[in-house]
T-cell receptor, first 114, second 113 residues
Framework: AQSVTQLDSQVPVFEEAPVELRCNYSSSVSVYLFWYVQYPNQGLQLLLKYLSGSTLVKGINGFEAEFNKSQTSFHLRKPSVHISDTAEYFCAVSEKTSYDKVIFGPGTSLSVIP | NAGVTQTPKFRVLKTGQSMTLLCAQDMNHEYMYWYRQDPGMGLRLIHYSVGEGTTAKGEVPDGYNVSRLKKQNFLLGLESAAPSQTSVYFC????????????FGPGTRLLVL
């Protein structure tokens, strides 16, 4: 069965600085990968997803992620963060053989410091 | 177009009581999901449905039952609530499985005493 690891539970970063949120997955088969964002007291929103094709995926709000199959990673990046990016970020994975089942990581709390 | 709605928003139960959480979507989506969110554990999939009349188990299905009698509704039932079921419950929907859960509801906060 697939699993997701987000090594950093909390990431503080200054406004306008770049940020990378790390995600690693484990699976014996090919996967689909997702990043979601949860703003305080809200539900989740889909930021971006990798299904196939280019390994660099661009999402909403200036975020992008790169799929690295050899390192089984799908790290999320943004070149310059804003205060409004303060939120919880979740990486998720589903296996191509059972794509209905999407499994989430524990989340990374991004705090943008003014 | 209300998107995904969840009823109720908050609920307090005593151990052993039962309740049903309702999720409704008005986007004609085939896929619907129920997740629970606990601190430090992210979201864990309880049950999901790939269409009207179908349901399947997720990661943590024990203690929960679901039904999808109508395409727009996905019900999550707790037959005998336990303190371990204290959590925030999120429903989500998607037009297709490949997209993953795309639209989430606002959540239901459940406290079991």
């Amino acid at each position: 069965a697939q699993s997701v690891t987000q090594l950093d539970s909390q990431v503080p970063v200054f406004e306008e600085a770049p940020v990378e949120l790390r995600c690693n997955y484990s699976s014996s088969v090919s996967v689909y990968l997702f990043w979601y964002v949860q703003y305080p007291n809200q539900g989740l929103q889909l930021l971006l997803k990798y299904l196939s094709g280019s390994t660099l995926v661009k999402g909403i709000n200036g975020f992008e992620a790169e799929f690295n199959k050899s390192q089984t990673s799908f790290h999320l990046r943004k070149p310059s963060v804003h205060i409004s990016d303060t939120a919880e970020y979740f990486c998720a994975v589903s296996e191509k053989t059972s794509y209905d089942k999407v499994i989430f990581g524990p989340g990374t709390s991004l705090s943008v410091i003014p | 177009n209300a998107g995904v709605t969840q009823t109720p928003k908050f609920r307090v139960l005593k151990t052993g009581q039962s309740m049903t959480l309702l999720c409704a979507q008005d986007m004609n989506h085939e896929y619907m999901y129920w997740y629970r969110q606990d601190p430090g554990m992210g979201l864990r999939l309880i049950h999901y449905s790939v269409g009207e009349g179908t349901t399947a188990k997720g990661e943590v299905p024990d203690g929960y039952n679901v039904s999808r009698l109508k395409k727009q509704n996905f019900l999550l039932g707790l037959e005998s609530a336990a303190p371990s079921q204290t959590s925030v419950y999120f429903c989500a929907s998607s037009p297709g499985g490949l997209a993953g859960p795309k639209y989430f509801g606002p959540g239901t906060r459940l406290l079991v005493l």
